[in-house]
């Protein structure tokens, strides 16, 4: 129970840091308006990392993303200003339709399942600090015969305190979830938690580096993941900063047959400003891999160059590169260690009617519940448009290939392919309603059997339709 412990020990601290804040009241229903800030807060944690696509990223609404280079948070185009304090509750009906069950072991044909949730979003400032909080979660009705009814859960929590030279970051990302977060709830409000729209507080949460992977599909079942980061970062001058940053990871399938892992990761880097919108710098990460039920562990290493140019509202690119090393606690055909290459990339690009975001991955995971160590690669890709006044589409993509870190001598190697392709569209019911539809084909390739038992073989494919109602009350100010 261990891990448990952890997972309610990391959510009460983050759920301590906004005790001391104000009582909450609604509107009155006479029309009150909220009282109007005294003043902007001061440059912290985009909450609006998923921008509106209709909001002109050029204006003066957005300030310069002042996150280091070398940091563990996730780039954005900016930050927003905030001149509330509000909380916003409410409640979501979704709907998938698929062409097979989830579980490639489970030819269970067309099949359908209903996702019925309460969800929350907060937003607490104070006067160098801010608070974002998002929660979804509820039960499942299915007539899926390899996963049948459940629940599901998502949460992310971020605390920024700002202190001039001092920056402080503390994040928790947690889900539970019947099947692969790699692709979940396709391009509905299913795949965030949270309140969707303008008034979530969309976090630029942690990289995909320090996030318990999970892009291999036929690890099928039910499992939760649970990171919790924090990260401190110095001010040396104007143009230069050191980070120091770590996380502890952990992911585990509620049924048996897949691998569960424990992942501590420890950062250090140090970023200098060469012109206005250019920084480069140089980060050095320490991480392990422990399994649960499995003598193997796997520890990492990883120095990299970073370059990174911003533009705000605009352009946000990031690049990384550098060697890897990766030592085993058990051998494997009497190796105990590798070299190779590890690095990634992200580009954030904004128009006046849409964003396009991409991101790249290379290096040593934990093996998503299949290998003890796996060397991947795995690119995303989305792209989200104003269609009309109301109506925004958006286009998905992601790949993931997953092979074994160290193979047995004479034997060949284990890899799997994973794809997700999808479009959707999403548009405001009124005031308080959002609704999304959405396609999405997840497909997947290994040169061995993904599953085991009849029917099974080295490919799987999967059609789904997903479809997501969420209500939501008015803001709720904080004062």
């Known amino acids: 129970m261990n891990h448990i412990l952890k997972i309610v020990l990391g959510m009460a601290f983050l759920a301590a840091l906004s005790a ?30 998923q921008q509106d696509p209709n909001a002109d990223r050029s204006s003066s609404d957005l300030q310069p993303d002042n996150r280091p280079l070398t940091g563990i948070e996730a780039a954005t185009l900016g930050t927003s200003r905030l001149r509330h304090s509000y909380w916003v509750p409410g409640l979501e009906y979704g709907n998938t339709i698929r062409s097979n069950s989830p579980n490639p072991a489970v030819n269970s044909g067309w099949n359908s399942s209903n996702y019925f949730a309460g969800n929350m979003t907060l937003l607490e400032a104070w006067g160098h600090s801010l608070l974002g909080v998002n929660y979804s979660g509820g039960g499942i009705v299915s007539r899926d015969g390899g996963s049948g009814n459940g629940q599901f859960h998502q949460l992310s929590m971020g605390y920024h305190l700002d202190l001039r030279r001092w920056q402080w970051v503390i994040l928790e990302q947690f889900s539970y979830l019947p099947e692969s977060g790699f692709g979940f709830g396709g391009t509905t409000a299913l795949a965030i938690p949270g309140v969707a729209g303008t008034l979530g507080a969309s976090l630029p949460g942690l990289q995909a580096g320090y996030v318990p992977n999970q892009s291999i599909l ?23 900063v050191v980070t120091f940053g770590g996380s502890y990871g952990i992911l585990r399938f509620i049924n048996g047959g897949s691998l569960d892992s424990d992942n501590p990761i420890f950062s250090g880097g140090y970023g200098y400003q060469v012109t206005k919108n250019d920084t480069i710098g140089i980060q050095y990460r320490f991480g392990a891999f422990h399994y649960s039920r499995n003598p193997q562990a796997v520890g990492d290493q ?22 890897e090393y990766s030592s085993l606690r058990v051998p494997v055909s009497g190796q105990r260690s590798r070299t190779g290459g590890s690095g ?19 290096g040593v995971t934990g093996g998503s519940g299949v290998f003890a160590g796996a060397d991947s690669n795995m690119v995303t890709a989305n792209m989200g448009h104003s269609l009309t006044r109301v109506w925004q589409g958006s286009l ?5 290939r997953n092979g074994a870190l160290l193979n047995n001598t004479g034997q060949p190697s284990t890899h799997y392919n994973s794809w997700y392709t999808g479009a959707g569209a999403t548009s405001p019911f009124g005031r308080d309603i959002n609704f999304s539809l959405g396609y999405r084909a997840q497909i997947e390739q ?34």
Not at 225 to 239: E, H, K
Not at 315 to 323: E, I, K, N, R, T
């Open 446 to 479: 290994a040169n061995q059997a993904v599953c085991n038992g009849p029917g099974c073989g080295a490919s799987y494919l999967q059609h789904s339709i997903w479809m997501s109602f969420q209500w939501h009350s008015r803001p709720l100010v904080v004062e």
């Open 302 to 323: 990883a120095l990299q160059l970073a370059y990174g140019r911003k533009i705000t509202g605009r352009v946000s690119l990031q690049l990384y590169a550098g060697p």
């Open 20 to 49: 001391g804040s104000a009582q909450v009241r609604a509107q009155e229903a006479t029309g009150e308006k909220p009282k109007p800030a005294a003043r902007d807060y001061a440059p912290l944690p985009d909450l609006n990392g």
């Open 396 to 400: 998905d993509f992601g790949y993931a």
């Open 344 to 362: 990634g990339a992200t580009l954030l690009y904004g128009t006046r009617r849409g964003l396009l975001t991409v991101s790249y991955m290379r």
């Open 218 to 240: 036929s690890a099928a079942g039910p499992r939760y993941s649970n990171v919790s980061g924090a990260q401190l970062t110095y001010v040396l001058s104007a143009r230069s």
